[in-house]
T-cell receptor
């Protein structure tokens, strides 16, 4: 199984809502990543987890809260988002940091 | 921080043409990735290179570490190759640093 899955595929939420994005992989990878991609722009790194510990937080606002409950699962909790947070949120995993990354299909988020 | 530059930004070609996309970066890296993204879609990893050349089907990727330059070639291009091709680099323990992408359209 070389797949990274993400749910939901699409999400529309209001600025007062709380929602979560989910990412799962069963490749035994120990590094997992969240990226944000705005339309017609390259992805930007948000968070890196290594061995279930947060190793990099690229100055992301606190309204985004990552969680890695186990080695196969990565969540991104969303609260009080702004319309400018609307984007494609991509999850990726790799054997370890610095190895080839496998990307999920993304969650397209719209904040109204 | 590594600067990753891709050229061209946009490329339109006829089916069957040989395609070359270039990528240069400013700081030494441990590996370079070529990724493909279809409109509205997720990202597929095509190659990860640290030296030399790799080939997969009609796709060929090369890297010159001394010159900090990589190329992605597509032979016998086909309309289904139309996508955004993104160069990204591993600088070390961080996540990837991405180029802005090359929008490729192959016309029948």
């Amino acid at each position: 199984d070389t797949e990274v899955t993400q749910t939901p595929k699409h999400l529309v939420m209001g600025m007062t809502n709380k929602k979560s994005l989910k990412c799962e992989q069963h490749m035994g990878h120990r590094a997992m990543y969240w990226y944000k991609q705005k339309a017609k722009k390259p992805p930007e790194l948000m968070f890196v987890y290594s061995y279930e510990k947060l190793s990099i937080n690229e100055s992301v606002p606190s309204r985004f809260s990552p969680e890695c409950p186990n080695s196969s699962l990565l969540n991104l909790h969303l609260h009080a988002l702004q319309p400018e947070d609307s984007a494609l949120y991509l999850c990726a995993s790799s054997q370890d940091k610095g190895y080839e990354q496998y990307f999920g299909p993304g969650t397209r988020l719209t904040v109204t | 921080k590594n600067e990753v530059e891709q050229s061209p930004q946009n490329l339109t070609a006829q089916e069957g043409e040989f395609i070359t996309i270039n990528c240069s970066y400013s700081v030494g890296i441990s590996a370079l990735h070529w990724l493909q993204q279809h409109p509205g879609g997720g990202i597929v990893s095509l190659f990860m290179l640290s030296s030399g050349k790799k080939k997969h089907g009609r796709l060929i990727a090369t890297i010159n570490i001394q010159e900090k330059h990589s190329s992605l070639h597509i032979t016998a291009s086909h309309p289904r190759d139309s996508a955004v091709y993104i160069c990204a680099v591993n600088g070390g323990a961080d996540g990837l640093t991405f180029g802005k992408g090359t929008h490729l359209i192959i016309q029948p």
